[in-house]
T-cell receptor, first 117, second 113 residues
Framework: AQTVTQSQPEMSVQEAETVTLSCTYD???????LFWYKQPPSRQMILVIR??????QNATENRFSVNFQKAAKSFSLKISDSQLGDAAMYFC??????????????FGTGTLLAVQP | DVKVTQSSRYLVKRTGEKVFLECVQD?????MFWYRQDPGLGLRLIYF???????EKGDIPEGYSVSREKKERFSLILESASTNQTSMYLC????????????FGQGTRLTVV
């Protein structure tokens, strides 16, 4: 079974600085997707960024980028130029892309990010 | 905009009651999910459905059942509510592909007393 681990329950960053959130996962599959989701204090979860395992290039969305290390099964999220609105719980998630596999979306335990003004 | 709507933001029920949590999505998504969110445990999958009347157990299905009679609606049922089912419940939906984005509802904070 696949698992997702986020070892940092809480992180803090100064406004305008850069922060990296860690995520590791365990799987025997070769084809899958990885995601970072953000849950602001209002609770509605939204997608931040996604990465397909077959793509070597790291995904980037504006100030958000990932460092995807497939061999190490590591998928960290880097937030540059942190803003107060980035304060939220961040979840790493895994989804199999193997044909015939179920569409389960598996989440880690989350990292609570505080942004200091 | 995709909308996933959960019927209640806050719910208080008594031990032993049968509880229904409703979720409706308006984007014709094949997949729908029910998660439970607890501090330090993240999101744990209770059940998901990949088509009408089709369902699959997640990691913690005990004490829960689901119903999907129509594509847009996915209901979570607590057959006999217990205090250890006090939690935040999140519904989500997505298209069928593995790389597709999941859209979440606003959550239901259920307290069982």
């Amino acid at each position: 079974a696949q698992t997702v681990t986020q070892s940092q329950p809480e992180m803090s960053v100064q406004e305008a600085e850069t922060v990296t959130l860690s995520c590791t996962y365990d799987t025997s599959e070769s084809d899958y997707y990885l995601f970072w989701y953000k849950q602001p204090p209002s609770r509605q979860m939204i997608l931040v960024i996604r990465q397909e395992a077959y793509k070597q290039q790291n995904a980037t969305e504006n100030r958000f980028s990932v460092n995807f290390q497939k061999a190490a099964k590591s998928f960290s999220l880097k937030i540059s130029d942190s803003q107060l609105g980035d304060a939220a719980m961040y979840f790493c998630a895994y989804r199999s892309a193997v044909r015939g596999a179920t569409n389960k979306l598996i989440f880690g335990t989350g990292t609570l990010l505080a942004v200091q003004p | 905009d995709v909308k996933v709507t959960q019927s209640s933001r806050y719910l208080v029920k008594r031990t032993g009651e049968k509880v229904f949590l409703e979720c409706v999505q308006d984007m014709d998504h094949e997949n729908m999910f029910w998660y439970r969110q607890d501090p330090g445990l993240g999101l744990r999958l209770i059940y998901f459905s990949y088509d009408v009347k089709m369902k699959e157990k997640g990691d913690i299905p005990e004490g829960y059942s689901v119903s999907r009679e129509k594509k847009e609606r996915f209901s979570l049922i607590l057959e006999s509510a217990s205090t250890n089912q006090t939690s935040m419940y999140l519904c989500a939906s997505s298209l069928g592909g593995p790389g597709t984005e999941a859209f979440f509802g606003q959550g239901t904070r259920l307290t069982v007393v």
